[in-house]
């Protein structure tokens, strides 16, 4: 078998038949990150009982016990989830020492599913940047071509993943942080919708928009994760209690007859050439499929991003307020406690523990939550929000999926794009309303540019559509020029 | 309108030609077992910390999930204050840096509070005040900090702790009628089994808001809050002594600062804490990690039918009803357990004002002298209501029935049992009081001739001597019948 | 424009102890920002309800029920500083 590509499916089915040991596939994945990540700088803290917990799996099933529906399979998470017993920094120096006593809800899933924890991946500071940047434990590389990004937040989900340090990976996505690096590494990256999956232990960056997601090889991993993730949890009420259904058992690439909306309002956006061709050869793929195309109009999508700034900004500001240095994590350093003024306290521990993004973030946010601001910039914008949702509604009465590139350019160079944050902030415009109208999306891997990196294409669904949009990726995936193509560093 | 023109009136207070204007915000404690928002125990006796979680300590990640009970028990001190019930109320976050603040803002409600517009009325001395409940609403306490001196020390057991923050109207003019509009509270709170009202342990927390202004004024003056006062009698003379200072201040021509004050019980003053200027900016939000509260009319009517006989309802029933003096309806109706105990009592023996004064006089001495609270009495309803029928059925004397209620006390046993183990039995046997009066007579052969020349007042002394010789069990209306006739006869 | 006395004040508020520069580059930021939301300015949003949670979701609360995970010696394991089970901090007045 060969792990660089076999799926979920076919490793467990091995596991379990024992063709081959979870011990097995996690040395193998082990030994490559040990190999490869130096040069990528994706995970940043293995664990310490990743073999273990391997063996802990091949013992059940040499004890005849029933195992999960992911045995054996070996993951790489996101740094925004906590993991009992291994540290868990969210890419920030705040937490650089910090080690939950607790699992999220998302890992304690993964490992009753049978997922072996391999380690944490790399991301942007508390997930705020769409290139990995940002992180305190250093910029990470995009395995096509390391000289550009990987995108971001989770950009080392992303680079792990095409390089396949790992067999999935975990990451989350607030503007577009799993479906942006998912594009730029040519991996399929899902984001549910809000309400989908549980964020309790995930470090909470804009607790209206995050939600966590698959960003794995192919579109059947995805859907055999999300079964796993997806669902009521008691401990995070924003979660939906509606059933999750079964999505790799039902998906089809058979979308003959669907309604694919085109947002008359992308097409105004500015693309890149190659993203362009990418995008106009999916729509000819499409079309040889039988879909039928539709014009929808969501004219707030225009201000999608300003709006998407400001609510992440405001909420940011509050859930980064217990990083204070009194129960966990970063603490300046003071000679001596006692002289210590408790204002001067926070302020030194804060400025010197957040980065500078971060801080611009809180600074804003704490702006427009301020008295005398807060109706003109905060409530206004949710105001607003509740509007672009109900476009949203509407064009979902007259269609399945919306179509649309994932970003408007290919991944771009490594501190390119850093200090022009506006020119960051425009590749979020087709990202970022998914978010913000609380509906799920994806990005599939499609086109590949003139410099060989790929390009994604991103579907959007409505609230709890997930299958439609699996569905017509799956297709999509079908006929990529990206099946079978691989990074250099393979 | 009404005739009564003697129906006392409300005090108008009047110092140095200025009245007071008085809004108190109780913080009462809900007496559920875990927390608000997480399954943590609320018990005050835990070790340091025993009684917290990653989410009460506020880890990265970790989300509030709402105590059923307690919007129970809120919907049910709103209905008895009369307040409206909002369908949909909304949890907010309060920000602002404090060590005993683990995550940084407080969960609280601001602008949607789950009850408003409700009213209290209760006594004040001889006459009846009426105060609007401005709104109560749900929020999570925060942690304890003890101060050594070098340091400050932090224990998050107290954080999370539910209560119910209920504002009144700025309706309270005198010391006294702030103080009883808190015990008022604290009956009602008391009466619903929702806060065991203890001011001492913390369990109610009481914040004044005074001002004064000269009579006649429309205007409010520059309102003080004196905070954290844990005794209605302290209630009563921080805001007497607040109200001097202030009417001192403004005559001295000097302006009122808005700002906090604490009361020192020891020396009677309360004193400045910080002023208001300094006050935080709240950046108060909707909390996105908690959906809005909604109820449905049934759900209200449900927790509506479930409401106990309000202290104010049921003290007019015992006046109106069972005849009882206002005055002995007001104390039996003090507290739920007392008026229950009463109750019964009186249901069993049908003689309402016979258990009124056994429970007033003998029951509440003895509680008191053992400082026992009424269900921790030997003596249960039941037995009292029994023992007054005893005395009703003429089968023991009034007399007697007291030397049972020590026994009672003192064992617990039912008074039936004492009065045959104990031969306590009335005495209406004729022909035993006749022979036992005649040995009296035999004894007393000078003081029979005495009566015998006209000096009536003899037979006074036949009567005790009688009584006497009997133990007090003989029936007083046959003895007097039976020594008439023998006197007369003699 | 967004000038440095409010980035001070906002600083304050936020309690972050800004560099010089620091604080210059957030000034410059926050106005692009919000120079941004200029036209979000302009939508009539008259008797919009404000949007938080953008998807429906069923109202669940828990029942009132204690669970004990974790021991006190795991809450205070990652604190800067304690004492005993207790979180230590400077002395607050």
């Not at chain 1, 649309?404 to 350019?409: E, N, R």
């Not at chain 1, 490594?414 to 998914?434: G, V």
């Not at chain 2, 949607?112 to 209290?120: A, H, M, V």
């Not at chain 2, 009956?187 to 006649?216: A, T």
């Amino acid at each position: 078998m060969d792990l660089l590509k076999a799926g979920f499916k076919e490793v467990k089915d091995a596991v379990t038949t024992k063709k081959i040991s979870a011990v097995e596939v996690t040395k193998f994945f082990l030994a490559r990150t040990e190999k490869l990540n130096p040069k990528l700088n994706a995970f940043i803290k293995m664990s310490d009982t990743a073999l273990e917990d391997a063996a802990a799996i091949d013992k059940k099933i040499s004890q005849g016990e029933t195992v999960g529906p992911l045995a054996g399979v070996a993951f790489g998470i996101k740094d925004m989830l906590c993991t009992k017993g291994l540290r868990t920094t969210a890419g920030s120096k705040m937490l650089e020492n910090f080690i939950p006593p607790y699992d999220a809800t998302v890992v304690t899933r993964l490992k009753n599913a049978g997922v072996v924890v391999l380690g944490k991946l790399n991301q942007d500071e508390f997930a705020m940047g769409s290139s990995n940047e940002t992180s305190y434990f250093g910029k990470c590389k995009n395995p096509w071509n390391e000289d550009y990004v990987p995108g971001g937040s989770s950009g080392g989900s992303a680079s792990a993943q095409a390089a396949r340090l790992a067999m999935g990976t975990i990451g989350t996505d607030t503007g577009g942080s799993i479906r942006q690096p998912s594009s730029f590494t040519g991996i399929v990256g899902v984001k549910p919708t809000y309400g989908r999956v549980s964020r309790y232990g995930i470090v909470a960056f804009a607790s209206s928009l995050d939600q966590a997601g698959p960003m794995v090889s192919s579109v059947e991993d995805a859907a055999l994760t999300l079964e796993v993730i997806c669902g009521h949890d008691k401990m995070d009420s924003t979660t939906s209690q509606k059933p999750v259904p079964e999505f790799s058992k039902n998906l089809t690439t058979n979308i003959k007859g669907m309604k694919i909306g085109i947002l008359k309002e992308y097409e105004k956006g500015v693309l890149h050439p190659d993203v362009e061709k990418t995008y106009r050869a999916s729509l000819e793929s499409l079309k040889k499929m039988g879909v039928e195309f539709v014009d929808v109009s969501v004219s707030l999508t225009e201000f999608a991003v300003p709006m998407y700034y400001l609510i992440s900004a405001s909420e940011a500001s509050s859930n980064l307020a217990r990083y204070d240095g009194v129960k966990y994590g970063f603490r300046a350093d003071f000679k001596d406690l006692s002289s210590m003024n408790l204002d001067d306290f926070y302020s030194e521990t804060r400025g010197q523990g957040f980065g500078t993004e971060v801080k611009r973030r809180i600074m804003l946010g704490t702006y427009c939550l301020s008295s005398g601001y807060f109706d003109a910039y905060y409530n206004k914008a949710c105001q607003v929000r509740r509007m672009l949702r109900d476009q949203y509604v509407e064009a979902f009465k007259k269609c399945d999926a919306i179509l649309s590139p994932v970003t408007t350019s290919p991944a771009f160079k490594l501190n390119e794009r850093s200090k022009d944050t506006l020119a960051m902030y425009m590749n979020d415009i087709f990202t970022t309303s998914t978010n913000l109208a609380g509906l799920t999306g994806l990005s599939v891997p499609f086109g590949l540019s003139s410099e060989g990196l790929p390009i994604g294409m991103q579907l959007t669904g409505s609230h709890f559509e997930e299958q439609k949009i699996l569905n017509i990726a799956y297709a999509l995936e079908s006929v990529s020029d990206v099946k079978g193509k691989t990074p250099h560093v393979f | 309108m009404s005739s009564n023109v003697e129906r006392p009136q409300p005090k108008v207070y009047n110092s140095r030609g200025y009245e007071a204007v008085i809004g108190l915000e109780v913080h009462v404690q809900l007496k559920t077992v875990s927390k608000i928002f997480s399954a943590d125990a609320t018990n005050f006796e835990s070790g340091d910390n025993e009684n917290t979680s990653p989410i009460s300590v506020g880890m990265p990640g970790t989300l509030p999930v709402v105590n059923k009970l307690v919007i129970e028990y809120a919907i049910k001190t709103g209905l008895a204050l009369g307040c409206e019930i909002r369908k949909r109320s909304v949890f907010s976050r309060k920000n602002y840096f404090y060590p005993d603040l683990p995550k940084g803002y407080q969960i609280s409600q601001y602008d949607l509070p789950i009850c408003e517009k409700g009213e209290i009325t209760f006594l004040v001395g001889d006459y009846e005040k009426r105060v609007g409940i401005t709104r109560a609403h749900m929020e999570e306490d925060a942690g304890k900090s003890t101060h050594h001196g070098d340091a400050t020390l932090l224990n998050y057991n107290r954080a999370g702790i539910p209560l119910l923050e209920i504002v009144s109207d700025p309706d309270i003019r005198t010391p006294q009628e702030a103080a009883e509009y808190g015990r008022a509270i604290r009956q009602v709170v008391r009466f619903l089994d929702v806060c065991d009202g203890n001011l001492e342990e913390g369990s109610m927390r009481c914040d004044c808001n005074v001002s004064v202004r000269k009579i006649g004024t429309e205007k409010f003056g520059t309102k003080v809050e004196i905070k954290n006062v844990n005794s209605f009698r302290f209630v009563e003379k921080a805001i007497e002594y607040e109200i001097e200072r202030q009417i001192d201040e403004v005559e001295a021509g000097k302006k009122i600062v808005q700002e906090t004050r604490l009361y020192d019980p020891d020396k009677n003053r309360t004193f400045s804490m910080r002023l208001k200027e300094d006050a935080q900016d709240y950046r108060y939000f909707p909390d996105p990690d908690l959906l809005p509260v909604i109820l449905t009319d049934a759900q209200i009517q449900g927790i509506k039918s479930t409401l106990p006989e309000l202290p104010i309802a049921r003290a007019k029933r015992f006046h109106e009803k069972l005849g009882l003096p206002k005055t002995d309806a007001t104390v039996l109706t003090d507290e739920k357990d007392l008026a229950d105990y009463f109750e019964k009592a009186a249901d069993i023996c049908g003689n309402a004002k016979a258990a009124s004064n056994w429970v007033m006089t003998d029951i509440l001495r003895e509680l008191n002298a053992n400082k026992l609270a009424i269900n921790q009495s030997p003596i249960k309803p039941e037995q009292l209501g029994n023992l007054i029928s005893l005395i009703d059925k003429g089968a023991i004397s009034g007399k007697i029935a007291k030397t049972v209620f020590v026994e009672m006390w003192k064992t617990g046993e039912a008074p039936e049992k004492i009065v045959q183990d104990k031969g306590l039995a009335q005495v209406s046997d004729t022909g035993a009081i006749e022979k036992m009066i005649d040995e009296v007579l035999a004894a007393n052969v000078s003081q029979v001739a005495e009566y015998k020349a006209g000096r009536a007042k003899v037979f006074g002394f036949f009567v005790g001597a009688a009584m006497k010789a009997s133990k007090g069990q003989a029936n007083p209306d046959l003895v007097n019948e039976i020594l008439k006739r023998k006197l007369d006869q003699a | 424009m967004i000038d440095q006395k409010t980035i001070e004040q906002i600083a304050k508020l936020a309690r972050l102890n800004l560099k010089p520069y620091e604080a210059e580059y957030y000034s410059e930021q926050l106005s692009k920002v919000l120079g941004h939301f200029q036209h979000i300015s302009a939508i009539d949003t008259n008797g919009i309800e404000p949007l938080v949670t953008p998807s429906e979701i069923e109202f669940y609360a828990r029942p009132d029920e204690v669970v004990k995970v974790n021991s006190a010696e795991e809450m205070v394991a990652n604190a800067p500083e304690r004492a005993g089970h207790l979180f230590k901090v400077p002395p607050v007045v």
